[in-house]
């Protein structure tokens, strides 16, 4: 089978999307399966070409380490913001186009198309080349479009409490967000999603919604990826330095919220708990982060990302990894892949998180959950784990990794929805 696959996220760009389409690529391809990849040259997060990235620069073809043919597409550099970001990915996205026509037709054509989004104008990119070439199209949903937009008036506000300048610029905004994004854009992109053959999601809560508003063919394929071996035991960390060490290593942008964490540390601090909060990432919201903790003398620590070989280092270091999602109601069908992989390391969870990323934590057992972005649950929970150590120590999370979100058994099922699409 040819698989065509437009993306705006791809290797040697360090991301959960990265990771889980390393995965996939490899699998798919070790079962005999073509894969080509439209991605633009490689600038995430900075919004500038990676260091040695000039052997993917726009227009190139090259084979990467999986096994996909890989056709870099132009992008716009960036330095921040929602806006530069959006009009970035834009720009990809109709490169995409062109190349995928251009490249795509005749002998070479595939077999099924499919655009995984993020970024949203892979979506009717993706479908733009499959009308081009007459073949069936795969949209993948990480995150929950539409319902997105609907938080999307808090998506500028700061990690600190937010400034007059700040709410000034986001009331002039307002009156256009809630008549022009929330009437005209959700309705579009649902439009869209119905168009494709075929949509898959990363959790159920959101792949019910999506069948609720008339998408018949949707398949949840979990955000499952490599296992992380940290070699550390429960009774490692029971032999502890006095401080209770918690973990944040992902994105630092809108959707997690950190701020709130930082200031759970402050607090905890304050009331006599021994607490690093240690943020290994990269993201939109950093710098705001990073001022936070400085103007508050907060207990945190911030490195920069580290590759894949260096991610068990940080698990071994960690008593207990923090995941945070934004307290928007879209979060609710978000289950971040962060949360498996810290499932695999079997680190205990701290979650701030609600809705089906919350439900997996409870029946899991691996892990305490706290209301999101709300810092005296979090500093309260931090002070309960340091006094009682015995609960860092969890089992729960591999056992339900296996059953539910199994590497294998998540390939056989998207290959098999990939199969049934291309025989339609």
């Given at each position: 089978m040819r698989i065509l696959l437009l993306t705006h996220y791809w290797a040697p760009e360090v991301g959960a999307p990265q990771r889980r389409w390393n995965r996939l690529a490899e699998a798919l391809i070790s079962r005999g399966h073509e894969l080509a990849v439209l991605a633009p040259a490689?600038?995430?997060?900075?919004?500038?070409?990676?260091?040695?990235?000039?052997?993917?620069?726009?227009?190139s073809i090259r084979r990467d380490?999986?096994?996909?043919?890989?056709?870099?597409?132009?992008?716009?550099?960036?330095?921040?913001?929602?806006?530069?970001?959006?009009?970035?990915?834009?720009?990809?996205?109709?490169?995409?186009?062109r190349l995928g026509v251009a490249r795509f037709r005749g002998a070479n054509r595939p077999d099924v198309i499919l655009g995984s989004v993020p970024g949203l104008p892979t979506l009717p990119a993706?479908?733009?080349?499959?009308r081009a070439l007459r073949r069936p199209v795969v949209v993948e949903l990480r995150d929950a479009w539409p319902d997105l937009l609907l938080s999307a008036a808090q998506w500028s506000e700061p990690a600190t409490c937010p400034s007059a300048l700040a709410w000034a610029h986001r009331a002039r905004r307002l009156h256009i967000v809630d008549h022009g994004t929330r009437s005209l854009l959700p309705p579009l992109i649902t439009r869209l999603e119905r168009e494709a053959t075929a949509v898959v999601t990363t959790t159920d809560s959101f792949a019910q919604v999506l069948r609720s508003r008339g998408i018949r063919r949707v398949v949840t394929v979990r955000n499952t990826?490599?296992?992380?071996?940290?070699?550390?035991?429960?009774?490692?960390?029971?032999?502890?330095?006095g401080t209770l060490h918690v973990l944040y290593l992902g994105t630092v942008g809108r959707a997690q919220g950190l701020g709130f964490a930082v200031r759970a540390a402050h607090i905890a601090q304050r009331n006599g708990t021994p607490v690093v909060l240690r943020i290994v990432g990269d993201g939109a919201q950093l710098q705001e982060v990073a001022a936070l903790a400085h103007r508050l003398a907060a207990p945190v620590e911030i490195?920069?990302?580290?590759?894949w070989s260096e991610v068990d280092q940080h698990y071994a270091w960690a008593d207990t990894a923090l995941v945070s999602l934004q307290n928007w109601p879209?979060?609710?069908?978000?289950?971040?892949?962060?949360?498996?992989?810290?499932?695999?390391?079997?680190?205990?969870?701290?979650?701030?998180?609600?809705?089906?990323?919350?439900?997996?934590?409870?029946?899991?057992?691996?892990?305490?959950?706290?209301?999101?972005?709300?810092?005296?649950?979090?500093?309260?929970l931090w002070s309960t784990l340091a006094a009682d150590r015995s609960r860092l120590d969890v089992t729960g999370g591999r056992r339900w990794l296996a059953v539910h979100a199994d590497a294998e058994a998540m390939t056989d099922r998207y290959e098999s929805l990939l199969r049934q699409v291309a025989g339609d």
């Open positions: 490689p600038h995430y997060p900075g919004g500038r070409l990676l260091p040695g990235g000039a052997a993917h620069v726009a227009g380490v999986t096994g996909a043919m890989v056709h870099r597409t132009i992008f716009r550099p960036y330095s921040s913001g929602m806006c530069g970001r959006g009009t970035d990915q834009m720009v990809a996205a109709a490169d995409s186009v993706a479908l733009a080349v499959g990826g490599a296992a992380v071996q940290t070699g550390r035991t429960g009774a490692d960390r029971r032999r502890w330095d490195l920069p990302p580290v590759p879209a979060m609710s069908m978000t289950v971040p892949s962060k949360l498996y992989e810290i499932m695999s390391a079997g680190v205990h969870v701290c979650a701030s998180v609600d809705g089906e990323a919350r439900r997996i934590v409870e029946d899991a057992g691996c892990g305490d959950v706290t209301a999101p972005q709300d810092p005296q649950a979090l500093a309260s």
